[in-house]
């Protein structure tokens, strides 16, 4: 009799805010290798006092995409915290007790990093990976840099963009590496290599792309398959071919795509299938995003008519 799979209780569905139980709130979540990421919101004030959450090595970084108030405590005791202001970060350290007060409307996005995310980094990047952050209980911090990273996000979650894995741990790795060496007491920054892919690593990195059009491939995977880390990786693959291999991906999906269109009689719905688009809907607008028309219509302008239709045509 096989052994049941072992249950892993960690905060990644923040259980604890409620957010399954109150009608109000809309939650939305992304996992990809590195991080997992939930936006969770509230247009009206009075959600009330958190649940109590699951103690664990991990980190929530919650950055305030509005305005918010609210009171918080850590270990019992209030710490000194009305509110965060739009664009700011809080982090917190799970290993410690929090309940919060959220008295305002709010909209969020939390990033669950864990002890294992952390150890990650350090096998791929070289970043030693940090036992803590300096950034003090409750903090409003206001850092551009994370600013930027984590708005990013924001149109993903408004379903304007594929949520690929690519996507996610492109994002998730420049989250931790800022992190680590900006607030984990590391001074010294990242080494950066000069230098793009070799032919051969170029060539392997390509064909995976290729063979998993879906975007369900790792980045670590592929910058394993080329002997990199994953930091590397991606820098030499932009110096190579001058996009992230998120955005060679989706110029690939396009151009299999219009050879598909030009050469092959399928449906454009096979067509979306064949170049990992999610449904036909998600390669129409993928596609006018790229060409400025839909598929439909590029086929009809692009493709002429059979010759035989013009062959018995007045002349002059």
């Known amino acids: 009799m096989p052994e049941p799979e072992e249950q892993v209780v960690d905060n990644r569905n923040m259980e604890f805010l409620r957010v399954h139980q109150t009608p109000q709130i809309v939650a939305a979540s992304l996992s990809g290798g590195i991080l997992s990421a939930s936006r969770i919101m509230r247009d009206?004030?009075?959600?009330?006092?958190?649940?109590?959450?699951?103690?664990?090595?991990?980190?929530?970084?919650?950055?305030?995409?509005?305005?918010?108030?609210g009171a918080l405590w850590a270990d019992g005791k209030e710490i000194d915290f009305a509110g965060s202001r739009q664009g700011n970060f809080t982090l917190y350290d799970y290993t410690r007790v929090w309940r919060a007060d959220l008295q305002s409307a709010f909209d969020c996005i939390n990033i669950h990093i864990s002890r294992?995310?952390?150890?990650?980094?350090q096998e791929q990047t070289g970043v030693r990976a940090v036992e803590g952050f300096n950034i003090a209980p409750?903090?409003?911090?206001?850092?551009?840099?994370?600013?930027?990273?984590?708005?990013?996000?924001?149109?993903?979650?408004?379903?304007?963009?594929?949520?690929?894995?690519?996507?996610?741990?492109y994002i998730g790795t420049g989250l931790l590496v800022h992190l680590s060496s900006t607030y984990g007491g590391h001074p010294h920054s990242?080494?950066?290599?000069?230098?793009?892919?070799?032919?051969?690593?170029?060539r392997k990195a390509t064909a995976m792309l290729d063979a998993n059009l879906d975007g369900r491939l790792n980045l670590i995977d592929i910058a394993q398959e080329c002997g990199l880390s994953s930091s590397y990786f991606a820098r030499a693959f932009k110096q190579s071919t001058g996009s992230t291999p998120h955005r060679w991906l989706a110029q690939r999906r396009i151009d299999k795509a219009i050879d598909l269109m030009r050469n092959s009689s399928k449906t454009l719905r096979e067509i979306a299938a064949a170049c990992g688009f999610s449904d036909q809907a998600h390669f129409t607008r993928a596609f006018g995003?790229?060409?400025?028309?839909?598929?439909?219509?590029?086929?009809r302008h692009i493709i002429p008519a059979p010759s035989h239709l013009f062959r018995d045509a007045p002349k002059g």
Do not use: C
């Not at 294992?116 to 980094?121: Q, T």
């Not at 080494?191 to 170029?202: D, I, K, N, Y």
């Open 44 to 69: 009206t004030p009075g959600h009330g006092m958190s649940d109590d959450h699951v103690q664990e090595d991990a980190f929530m970084l919650s950055m305030q995409m509005r305005d918010y108030h």
């Open 116 to 121: 294992k995310a952390l150890l990650s980094l």
């Open 138 to 169: 409750g903090a409003d911090v206001d850092d551009p840099v994370i600013r930027g990273i984590v708005s990013a996000m924001a149109p993903i979650f408004q379903n304007r963009f594929d949520a690929n894995q690519l996507l996610l741990d």
């Open 190 to 202: 990242l080494r950066l290599h000069r230098g793009g892919l070799t032919p051969v690593q170029l």
């Open 289 to 299: 995003e790229a060409k400025g028309i839909s598929p439909a219509a590029w086929r």
